[in-house]
């Protein structure tokens, strides 16, 4: 009896896929932890990573809701830009 449609070459790409994701944000989360200088870059650009995922999920179905996270997602990349060019600035 098969309790979901997902075949095991699914299930472990699905697998590796959450694997991975936790690695990176284990490894961003050590970082940023350690006050490293390449960790708050790393963040920045693995919060700007979702954005074309979020613009191809507008493509396929528009809604009030995903533009309100694609723009959310947008501010928070600019925010956190905007953070550490005026932290360098500062040293």
Known sequence: MRITPLDN???EEIGA???FYSALLL????????RKRWAEYFTIIV???????EIYELTRKY????IVILLGNIAIVVYLAIRVVKKQKKQ
Do not use: D, Y
């Open 9 to 11: 070459h699914k299930l």
């Open 47 to 53: 919060t700007g990573s979702f954005i074309p995922l």
């Open 17 to 19: 896929g959450s694997f």
């Open 27 to 34: 490894t961003e989360g050590i970082g940023l932890f350690l």
């Open 63 to 66: 809604s009030l809701t995903k």
